[in-house]
């Protein structure tokens, strides 16, 4: 039955993605109504597939034995984020229905996310290491054309290639240790791997889990390579929706927690994730406490949070990690579907514009203000629970270094959402805008992700027990729902962390009073509007590039004899190192 | 001296890479190109048969042989039908003329 669900999970996605795109752009209701259908039931395939968690493989496609046999385990860790990919999923492609109608090539838009959703489930379900680079791809690349859909727009055309240039290297950084990995073990199953990571020697084994530290760095936008990110909100609003909440970014954040029983005693490792986790987490809610776009605070906010979770694995607290990855996954999906409804009726983005739309779209504004609860941490909603765990977990087992500056990041969290909600929302029209409450379609997208927000919680002790008895190489401590959430409530931290959000919360509402603070802060704030200097990196890079190139555009002759005579040299080169090296 | 059959087929599979790739190396009439291709495939099935034989996986390198020749008859067709289409365009067949492709 098992594997029965898991090829549906992967081919309902995909078998509708070949149907949106085999049905031609002339009968776009059509093409909606089969993306919609597809979508559903892949999820409800992912829900069923939950009793039957196990670690034992599920489905085995065997390949000949040239590259180990494509094997996928649905596990409780794998199950749960699957679930994520493909609900969240089918409610970013319910919402497109109202925000994408009328839009050209909606073929292209609708076979594209089907693909995307379908790329991520396998991901994580599948324990080949080979083929979880090849969805790890699939991912990237659905994620690039996604991005630039509007072709006819160069900003969202740059902001596609800067995704796929910069998690590329994350590509790299995978197929490194998935390499190294096979080499030595001599084959691709990363069950057998994570039981014993000591077949691979000391140093070696330090090489590949840097890798892949790199890998989900560039994937998860953490710290160096958070860039891309906000440069991706060129793209439609549910794909940004689908790739903060749902696929994309999840996967790096996945990477780190399948592979940290491996990788915990490497020196360095886990203080190196806390490390990329923290300066993230602060640089990110700096940069959103400055910025003025919609989209790019909540982007901004995205790479923030996943600052948390990275921080949580280096710490040790895998559960609480992937427990916020599920948390944020449906708070940030209801923001963005909320600021897509506002973008939508508005028809601009830059928040200084906005100001008084609460008004004019109560249920709008209603949801965004529980997404923002969720997201500033605020008690009962998803978000306060998991946050907590995760700063628990980073008390006990982390630094405590890192400990005080992901407390101010929650207070700053606090900041700049009721900042971003003031600016949208509350207060006096800035400009004439006229906005609209969402339309029916996005309601049924919004309203299961408002109630979810007040409730996911309850899934932790599900969550638990079944990473407990599937995943035995993490540990986990609580197993029922009451022992998660008591554990949140008995702690003192928990109050000194209210007590900082609160701070958050009234340094907005005293900023008048607070204009001698802000001003000397004016530095930090006018570097985080310049992204602390990385995007002049960016650029440098690329001119080098270019450079480069331009130099070694001679070797290419264009002329056949010469290329021949270089493949032939080249050929001799290798047999004279083999000879050679014996 | 006698040569085995192995050795007589090795030699065979030397001098067609051999050839194949000399004339790749100096020739610029397309269709000799081709012919060159060709030339060289052929020296690769050899060898594919050749390393079954002696690895006693004979079915192994017939199949990989096999492939070889669909592929190398793909080249072939597009490359010959290529070559009707530059003939037709820019009127030479000269390999080198054809790097004005460029940009």
Redesign the interface.
């Known amino acids: 039955m098992a594997n029965f669900l898991i090829l549906l999970i992967l081919g309902l996605p995909w078998l509708g993605a070949l149907l949106v795109w085999w049905v031609s752009d002339k009968r776009s209701k059509a093409q909606t109504v089969l993306a919609v259908l597809f979508s559903v039931l892949a999820g409800a395939a992912s829900l069923m597939l939950i009793p039957f968690a196990s670690e034992s493989v599920a489905l085995n496609i065997p390949l000949g034995g040239a590259f180990g046999d494509f094997t996928f385990v649905a596990d409780g860790l794998g199950v749960y984020l699957a679930v994520i990919a493909t609900i969240i999923g089918s409610l970013a492609v319910i919402f497109s229905v109202d925000y994408m109608r009328g839009e050209a090539q909606l073929g292209r838009y609708y076979a594209l996310v089907l693909f995307f959703i379908g790329g991520m489930a396998g991901l994580v379900l599948t324990s080949n290491l080979l083929l979880m680079f090849v969805f790890w791809e699939i991912t990237a690349l659905c994620s690039y054309a996604l991005i630039s859909f509007h072709s006819d727009d160069p900003k969202a055309v740059y902001g596609g290639i800067k995704a796929l240039i910069v998690t590329q290297f994350g590509g790299i950084g995978l197929l490194a240790g998935a390499l190294l990995i096979y080499s030595y073990s001599d084959n691709y199953d990363l069950q057998a791997f994570i039981a014993n990571p000591q077949i691979l020697p000391p140093s070696v084994l330090a090489v590949a889990a840097f890798g892949f530290l790199v890998a989900a760095a560039a994937k998860s936008a953490q710290f160096p390579f958070q860039t891309w990110l906000p440069d991706a909100m060129e793209a439609p609003t549910p794909i940004s929706a689908l790739i903060h909440a749902a696929t994309m970014v999840n996967a790096g954040v996945y990477l780190l927690a399948r592979f940290y029983p491996a990788f915990e005693n490497v020196p360095g490792w886990r203080e190196a994730v806390v490390v990329v986790g923290v300066v993230t987490a602060l640089m990110a809610a700096l940069m959103a406490l400055v910025s003025n776009d919609l989209k790019r605070v909540l982007a901004y906010s995205t790479v923030s949070q996943l600052g948390y979770m990275v921080y949580a694995i280096g710490a040790g607290g895998v559960f609480a990690s992937q427990f916020h990855l599920m948390s944020h996954s449906v708070f940030k999906a209801l923001l963005f579907l909320a600021a897509g409804a506002v973008i939508h009726s508005v028809g601009t983005r830059d928040m200084r514009q906005m100001g008084g739309l609460g008004v004019q779209m109560p249920l709008v504004r209603t949801v965004f203000a529980i997404g923002a609860l969720a997201l500033a941490g605020i008690p009962i909603l998803n978000g306060f629970w998991s946050k907590e765990l995760i700063l628990e977990a980073g008390y006990t087992h982390g630094p405590l270094w890192a400990w005080i500056v992901m407390v101010v990041c929650a207070g700053l969290t606090a900041l700049y959402t009721f900042r971003c909600f003031w600016l949208v929302f509350a207060g006096k029209p800035r400009s004439s805008l006229n906005g609209h409450d969402a339309g029916t379609a996005m309601k049924v997208a919004l309203i299961p992700l408002a109630v979810g927000a007040f409730l996911t919680e309850l899934l932790a002790g599900p969550f638990a027990h079944l990473m407990k008895s599937t995943v035995p190489s993490i540990e986990i401590e609580a197993e029922t729902t009451l022992l998660v959430l008591g554990e949140v409530v008995t702690t003192p931290l928990t109050l000194v962390v209210l007590a900082v959000v609160a701070l958050g919360l009234a340094a907005w509402w005293w900023r008048e009073k607070l204009a001698g603070l802000s001003s000397a802060l004016a530095e930090v704030g006018r570097a985080a509007a310049d992204s602390f200097g990385f995007e002049v990196v960016n650029r440098g890079i690329v001119i080098g590039t270019n450079w480069l190139a331009e130099k070694l555009r001679h070797t290419q002759?264009?002329?056949?004899?010469w290329n021949?005579?270089g493949i032939?040299a080249g050929f001799l080169l290798v047999l004279i190192i083999l000879v050679i090296g014996g | 001296m006698t040569l085995s059959l192995v050795s007589l087929v090795f030699i065979a599979v030397i001098g067609l890479l051999a050839i194949g790739?000399y004339a790749?190396?100096?020739v610029?009439h397309l269709i000799k190109?081709v012919v060159a291709l060709q030339i060289l495939a052929k020296g690769a099935i050899l060898g594919f048969i050749l390393a079954g034989r002696i690895n006693g996986q004979i079915g192994l390198g017939e199949s990989l042989a096999l492939t070889i020749i669909i592929v190398d008859t793909i080249v072939a067709v597009i490359g010959l039908s290529l070559a009707v289409q530059i003939r037709h365009h820019m009127g030479t067949l000269d390999?080198?003329a054809?790097?004005r492709?460029?940009r």
Do not use: Q
């Not at chain 1, 002759?557 to 004899?561: F, I, P």
């Open positions: 002759t264009g002329l056949l004899n021949i005579l032939a | 790739l790749l190396l100096v610029r190109v390999v080198n054809l790097t492709l460029r």
